[in-house]
């Protein structure tokens, strides 16, 4: 074995050693998670790493606590298995009237759509004990035009007390003014019945004009008749649309069209929305050539959550030189890849074009339950036969290596790789930055409607 691979079988193991440490010193669970935002009016009192529950079942964490344009930014962690729909509902509560804080939540109607992971969502705004008690001690101030509200509320109480027993009192005393206030109400009945019958007096002095009013009701029902009789014989517009049956058909088949097409707008629409676009950079040291070799590319998400990507980018980017004259660089310059994957649980498959030969690798998460640790391999240039610099380079190129996640957001990875493992075993180490960019996803977006 070579001291070359020593080396890097060494730094591979400290980056093993690195990364157990991490996930063991660090914050983490042993759950799937993904992350959802809420947006609040006031945080005030709800701790980082909090519970997240639903139903009184914990569900998750909170990660942290962010302003955001004067409003407090609540992240959570969610475990995998809970889906909070857009409906769903979120408040701060507390286990007593001063108990620890957690945040409530409902995960929202079973049929709506799930929460995106940019979307946030907006919490239901909630009274904190120090806002009861300043109501409670604004409305107890003294007011220096109408007094102290405990003494008004006081001398109310007593006056109340006092039209009780005052009325009391008079209803005692005035029973028969009551009675005779009965036998008042009981003579307005009759006077009521007397101005009944003499409005059935004035009806039939009036039945000439009402036999002039119901002529001309049965008027306008004749004519109403008639335009219904013409729009049954297919007369006018509205008769050709009731009675022609083609002209019906045609009208359906139009208003088909026109859900279909409307359908179909929403389609294309919500997959230009959901597609996720990220910039993938990776810088690398060749310690076997002493070089620094750059590679970058775009990475398409088309359906977020489903699993499938793929990948375009170029390899050892820099000047072109004839890599056979010595002390030039032996790896290709300004290599593309175009790559198709999909994930499956903890291992990520992908195939296509690898520094511009056919080939295929994949990604490996030996740990269960997190994905801060990666095992990594590829194969490609599988009909390689030629002289490099005095070096005899036949078979595929191996590359295999490791990786650990140090920045969650921006992703970033250090990583060590042993490249052409079966002629050179060269080492390479190095970082891997991976973020989001959501205006370019929107521009290629724009441009595919254009089209």
Do not use: C
């Not at 060494?10 to 914050?27: C, E, H, K, N, R």
């Not at 701790?47 to 606590?65: D, L, S, T």
């Not at 407090?72 to 769903?88: C, F, H, P, S």
């Amino acid at each position: 074995m070579h001291t070359e691979t020593k080396v890097g079988f060494f730094v591979l193991s400290g980056i093993a050693v690195f990364a157990m440490t991490i996930i063991l010193l660090g914050d983490l669970s042993f759950k799937r998670t993904y992350h959802a935002h809420v947006l609040f009016d006031s945080a005030e009192g709800l701790p980082v790493n909090g519970p997240i529950r639903v139903a009184g079942v914990e569900v998750g964490k909170i990660e942290q606590i962010d302003l955001e344009n004067q409003r407090a930014l609540v992240t959570l962690k969610m475990n995998k298995g809970v889906e909070v729909r857009r409906d769903a509902h979120a408040r701060i509560a507390s286990t007593g009237l001063i108990g620890s804080k957690y945040l409530s939540m409902t995960l929202g109607t079973p049929g709506a759509p799930r929460l995106g992971p940019d979307e946030v969502l907006q919490g239901d705004p909630a009274f904190t004990f120090d806002e009861v008690m300043m109501k409670l001690g604004e409305f107890f101030r003294d007011d220096p035009v109408n007094g102290s509200a405990s003494e008004n509320l006081k001398l109310s109480l007593v006056n109340l007390r006092k039209v009780t027993e005052t009325l009391s009192a008079a209803v005692g005393d005035q029973k028969q003014d009551m009675v005779e206030i009965v036998r008042n109400v009981r003579d307005l009945s009759a006077h009521a019945k007397q101005v009944a019958a003499d409005m059935a007096d004035i009806t039939s002095d009036r039945k000439e004009d009402i036999k002039v009013a119901l002529a001309k009701i049965r008027s306008v029902s004749e004519r109403l008749d008639d335009v219904l009789a013409k729009i049954q014989n297919g007369d006018g517009i509205l008769g050709k649309l009731v009675g022609d049956k083609e002209m019906g058909q045609q009208l359906k088949q139009t208003m088909t069209s026109v859900q279909s097409a409307a359908k179909d707008a929403q389609f294309v629409m919500g997959h230009i929305a959901r597609v996720e676009i990220y910039w993938d950079y990776r810088q690398r040291y060749d310690f076997e050539d002493s070089r620094w070799r750059a590679d970058m590319g775009l990475k398409f998400v088309p359906r977020p959550g489903q699993g499938k990507f793929y990948y375009l980018g170029g390899n050892n980017l820099g000047p072109r030189r004839d890599r056979r004259d010595p002390g030039n660089d032996i790896e290709r310059r300004n290599t593309a890849s175009a790559l198709i994957g999909n994930e499956w649980g903890p291992f990520t498959g992908y195939a296509g074009i690898i520094r511009s030969q056919g080939g295929v690798g994949g990604l490996f998460r030996p740990i269960p339950k997190t994905d801060r640790f990666e095992l990594k391999a590829d194969a490609f240039n599988f009909s390689r036969d030629e002289w490099i610099q005095g070096i005899h380079m036949k078979g595929p190129i191996y590359n295999i290596g490791a990786r650990a996640m140090v920045i969650r957001h921006p992703t970033v990875w250090v990583e060590g790789e042993v490249e052409d493992a079966a002629v050179r075993k060269n080492f390479n180490a190095g970082f891997h930055l991976n973020f989001k960019d959501d205006d370019i996803a929107y521009l290629l977006g724009l441009a595919g409607v254009a089209r």
